[in-house]
């Protein structure tokens, strides 16, 4: 009987472990294996009969490193722009805004973000540029003299990643303060805590879990995205999914690129790992400030 | 008006003869597993190509580059009795992994790759020999543009359209003349530093440094590779202020740029969309520059052959091929082209169809084996741009 049961479990779950198998196992399997692998010749854009750690080697030269440093920075700042943005938008949309007029505001944060990347990358080419309207604008309001120059930019990609980005982190924190609630709220003001103290002790450390995986849907597409920067960029905002892409698509070399696009997967991880442990000690460390002592008991 | 395009999917033949809609959903999982094998055996058979019979069929599929046709010459060749199924790719790579990995089953009949990666796919047996019995029309294309280096004797392909590379400058910045490839570096360095585009192609971007010191842009030498390294990436890298294939048709109008290296007709394009056109010069300059060009080719595996031979012998007719000209921007090669621009009235026309000396000097690029370490330079910079 048992048995049945536990294959009748693995069947209903057929879509669920296939998907998994086949778009996400076999895929980073074949990445990994064509990344101990080498070029043969000009012709053949991978060969795996020799077995070697050399393409990490020639991948990690100071060209990737410098561009992996680049890249976090820009993922760094970027996941934090759309923290700052994103959280005090979407309290207001779970708590403040009227909840007949919340499905509109919705989709007018997903209206654009199912336009195509590439087309919403382009249009900040069209409103960044020198001859453009917000350049006008600018210079008829006195705010720059000159044109405006941050089209090919660091900057241009800052704010195309923090633009493409961010429907990606209001949604997660909208669900995580929505689901706060208003009673806790409520109990919170009845107990005698002011706005702000509400927000602090209630609210926001209930968003934490959407916070955090905010900021995961945020850092790792945004670590290896290549079209902003390719878009945006020029030479200043140069990120490694470029690099990786330029291995496939130009160099032909499948065994290197693939070494890189390990590679960048081993750092992005790590970086996590490093954000997510600082987060964790900087909760606790609140926890502990904030210990509640009830009269007579223990602590 | 829609054509309902047939189904296709990149499956071996044998499994797409049993191939019903039903079996294409529910055993998409199966083909995953067996495509992934096939990409770690190495099989070497191809589907055999359908011979011309004179009975011309009703549908051709073609697989080219994007928007790189008149819409008007295709519904005009559809009047035939022949629908064409466009299919678009966005590089020359994509092209020959698709080809590569369905071994004469794509179902395309006509592809257009680029000259320097003909050899690459010949060897590999992606290419249909072209009968050129079929072709009557091959001999509007003037000599210039036949028997190319990578494909002697047109074995393969017939050229589509050509193009070179120059570059652009705004006037009002750099107020003296360039003529050569070394003016370019040099002003690159000094008045247009930080406003310079130069395209995002290794070969191009490596070519200024070759083509200004008088080495051959095709070079294997490692001497000339490291020496283009140095310059390129320590001292050329940091005035770049984008490395970007289409900077030009934006940054004329826009004025993005002070200087920017472009494709002739991209240039074109540029000073159509800008009010100031005269602030801007573009020249061919010396000593050399790519001459790339797009062909029209059979794929190994097509079944609508006699089609296929009318649809490329129809586009060499000079009245259609002046219109694809007027379409994307680019020479077909075919003869007295420049004439009919001129009646026709057709601006910039000296952008399309340079001077018979300029085409002289020009180089074909080659995809030979500094093709990797140009990548490498080429990435270097970006970072040395970045950093």
């Known amino acids: 009987m048992a048995r049945r049961k536990v294959n009748g479990y693995a069947a209903i779950g057929f879509p669920t472990w296939a998907y998994v198998v086949f778009f996400f196992i076999v895929p980073l399997a074949l990445v990994l294996w064509y990344s101990f692998g080498y070029k043969p010749d000009l012709f053949t854009a991978h060969a795996n009969d020799i077995l070697s750690f050399d393409r990490y080697a020639e991948a990690l030269d100071a060209t990737f490193v410098g561009t ?33 007029w919340r499905p509109l505001a919705l989709a007018l944060v997903l209206v654009p973000f199912w336009t195509n990347f590439l087309v919403r990358t382009l249009g900040w080419q069209i409103v960044l540029s020198p001859r453009g309207f917000l350049s006008d604008a600018l210079q008829n309001l006195g705010i720059i003299h000159g044109r405006l120059d941050i089209l090919y930019t660091q900057s241009a990609v800052q704010l195309g990643v923090v633009y493409n980005y961010l429907p990606l982190m209001i949604l997660p924190l909208y669900v995580a303060i929505d689901r706060a609630g208003r009673p806790l709220r409520e109990a919170s003001a009845d107990l005698g805590a002011n706005r702000w103290k509400t927000l602090f002790t209630v609210t926001l ?33 140069n990120m490694i999914g470029q690099l990786v892409a330029s291995q496939f698509n130009t160099a032909q070399n499948w065994a290197l690129g693939s070494a890189m696009a390990v590679l960048l997967m081993v750092f992005t991880a790590a970086a996590v790992i490093v954000f997510g442990a600082a987060g964790l000690i900087i909760r606790s460390l609140v926890r502990r400030s904030r210990r509640v002592q009830l009269q007579g008991g223990a602590a | 008006m829609v054509e309902r395009p047939d189904i296709r999917a990149l499956v071996p033949r044998a499994s797409a003869a049993r191939l019903s809609r039903r ?29 011309p019979d004179g009975r011309v069929e009703g549908k051709l599929n073609v697989y080219s580059w994007g928007d790189y046709d008149d819409p008007s010459n295709i519904r005009s060749f559809q009047k035939s009795g022949t629908s064409v199924q466009f299919d678009s790719f966005g590089s020359n790579e994509e092209l020959i992994a698709k080809l590569g990995a369905t071994r004469g089953t794509s179902g395309y009949d006509i592809i257009v790759p680029t000259g320097s990666y003909i050899p690459m796919m010949a060897k590999n047996g992606l290419l249909e020999p072209l009968d050129h019995r079929y072709l009557k029309n091959m001999g509007n294309i003037d000599p210039l543009y036949l028997d190319q280096s990578w494909d002697p004797g047109n074995k393969y392909t017939v050229c589509k359209d050509w193009g070179t590379t120059g570059f652009v400058y705004d006037t009002r910045a750099i107020k003296r003349d360039l003529l050569t490839w070394g003016d370019f570096l040099d002003a690159a ?18 070519c200024t440094f070759f083509a200004a010191n008088g080495i051959d842009p095709n070079t294997t030498k490692k001497a000339d590779l490291e020496a ?12 770049v202020k984008a490395f970007n294939s289409v900077a030009v048709t934006s940054g004329i109008p826009e004025e993005t740029f002070t200087l920017m290296q472009a494709f002739n007709g991209d240039v074109r394009q540029g000073l159509l969309a800008t009010d100031k056109p005269d602030a801007w010069k573009f020249v061919y300059p010396t000593p050399t520059a790519n001459l790339w060009m797009d062909n029209w080719a059979i794929a190994r595996g097509a079944q609508n052959m006699d089609a296929a031979y009318q649809f490329i012998d129809y586009i060499l007719k000079p009245e259609v091929s002046f219109r694809e000209v007027d379409y994307i921007g680019y020479s077909t090669g075919i003869k ?26 020009l180089t074909p690029a080659e995809v030979n084996s500094s093709a990797g370490e140009l990548v490498a330079i080429l990435n270097r910079m970006m970072a040395k741009a970045g950093s």
Not at chain 1, 77 to 87: E, K
Not at chain 2, 189 to 206: G, H, I, M, R
Not at chain 2, 344 to 354: A, K, N
Request: with cysteine.
């Open chain 2, 228 to 239: 283009a390294n140095e310059y390129l990436v320590n001292t050329l890298a940091p005035h």
């Open chain 2, 23 to 51: 079996a294409f959903l529910s055993g998409l999982v199966v083909i995953g597993g067996t495509s992934v094998l096939a990409a770690c055996a190495k099989s070497t058979g191809f589907a055999p190509s359908a011979l």
């Open chain 1, 205 to 237: 450390p209930l968003a934490v879990p959407g916070i955090a995986s905010g900021c995961l849907l945020v850092f790792i597409p945004l670590m290896g995205d290549y079209i902003t920067a390719s878009v945006l960029g020029g030479a200043q905002g």
């Open chain 2, 336 to 361: 007295d082209l420049a004439a009919m621009a001129k009646k026709h009235d057709f601006s910039y026309p000296e952008l399309v169809f340079p001077d018979a000396e300029v085409i002289q000097r």
């Open chain 1, 68 to 100: 992996f440093w680049n890249t976090l920075r820009i993922g760094v700042i970027g996941t934090l722009l759309c923290l700052i943005i994103a959280l005090p938008f979407a309290y207001w949309l779970a708590v403040k805004m009227n909840p007949k």
């Open chain 2, 189 to 206: 360095t000094t008045e247009a530093s930080k406003n310079v585009a130069l395209l995002e192609d290794p070969w191009e971007v490596a």
